[in-house]
């Protein structure tokens, strides 16, 4: 599969995947969205929970990882990450998107490590963020029920990924997540939001990041 860099409005860069004509980030801006989808809407969620338990749902680049570490120790707050990814990106396309040049030199460090570590166990990149990268199928990925707090649903989207939205996966998503638990995604297609109010989901619509008008939170309630 080909994979491109190109530079998104906010100037930070995402890869794009010609033969699917879809990006890994938005094109009105990586970093903002990033920011607003999984860290505003996401992560401030769960802020006074002093440990937060986090599955992101589309590893990829490794950027809503680098942003909860960097929350992680503004905050002083304890992360549990895990992200499944299976189809891993290429180390030098990791090095030429260059996310560590948006972020405090402190922090280049680990997320190099982060793409170096070693897949599917744990690894404490500090005493407040462990971290762990799951290489497999996320229909092949046993579960485990009511240990997660906070999902990142950050697939591509269903026009080009159509299976990764399927209610027999979004279905592992609410029994991962625990009670009060919170799935979060930029995706707002109707018939998501109606597949995942079938699973038992409560629906917030709330605004999306630039160039998206809404994006959805859906709450194990």
Same mark, same amino acid.
């Given at each position: 599969?080909?994979?491109?860099?190109?530079?998104?409005?906010?100037?930070?860069?995402?890869?794009?995947?010609?033969?699917?004509?879809?990006?890994?980030?938005?094109?009105?801006?990586?970093?903002?969205?990033?920011?607003?989808?999984?860290?505003?809407?996401?992560?401030? /969620?769960?802020?006074?929970? =002093?440990?937060?338990?986090?599955?992101?749902?589309?590893?990829?680049?490794?950027?809503?990882?680098?942003?909860?570490?960097?929350? =992680?120790?503004?905050?002083?707050? +304890?992360?549990?990450?895990?992200?499944?990814?299976?189809?891993?990106?290429?180390?030098?396309?990791?090095?030429?998107?260059?996310?560590?040049?948006?972020?405090?030199?402190?922090?280049?460090?680990?997320? +190099?490590?982060?793409?170096?570590?070693?897949?599917?166990?744990?690894?404490?990149?500090? #005493?407040?963020?462990?971290? *762990?990268?799951?290489?497999?199928?996320?229909? *092949?990925?046993?579960?485990?029920? *009511?240990?997660?707090?906070?999902?990142?649903?950050?697939?591509?989207?269903?026009?080009?990924?159509?299976?990764?939205?399927?209610? #027999?996966?979004?279905?592992?998503?609410?029994?991962?997540?625990?009670?009060?638990?919170?799935?979060?995604?930029?995706?707002?297609?109707? +018939?998501?939001?109606?597949? /995942?109010?079938?699973?038992?989901?409560?629906?917030?619509?709330?605004?999306?990041?630039?160039?998206?008008?809404?994006?959805?939170?859906?709450?194990?309630?």
């Amino acid at each position: 599969m080909k994979r491109e860099i190109i530079q998104t409005a906010d100037g930070s860069n995402t890869i794009y995947i010609p033969e699917m004509d879809e990006n890994y980030h938005s094109s009105h801006g990586a970093l903002q969205e990033a920011l607003h989808v999984f860290i505003k809407n996401g992560l401030e /969620l769960k802020k006074d929970l =002093s440990t937060i338990n986090i599955f992101e749902m589309g590893f990829g680049t490794g950027l809503n990882s680098l942003l909860s570490y960097i929350e =992680s120790d503004k905050k002083n707050q +304890q992360i549990l990450y895990k992200g499944i990814e299976a189809y891993p990106v290429e180390q030098e396309l990791i090095q030429a998107i260059r996310y560590e040049d948006l972020v405090d030199e402190k922090y280049h460090a680990g997320f +190099q490590q982060m793409h170096e570590l070693s897949w599917n166990e744990p690894h404490a990149l500090t #005493s407040n963020f462990t971290f *762990e990268k799951i290489h497999a199928k996320i229909e *092949e990925y046993q579960v485990k029920e *009511e240990c997660v707090d906070l999902v990142f649903y950050d697939a591509f989207g269903p026009r080009a990924q159509e299976a990764m939205w399927h209610p #027999s996966i979004l279905k592992k998503m609410y029994d991962m997540l625990k009670p009060n638990g919170t799935l979060v995604t930029y995706c707002a297609k109707g +018939q998501v939001k109606r597949d /995942l109010k079938a699973l038992g989901f409560t629906i917030e619509s709330v605004p999306g990041p630039p160039g998206k008008r809404e994006m959805t939170l859906a709450h194990k309630v």
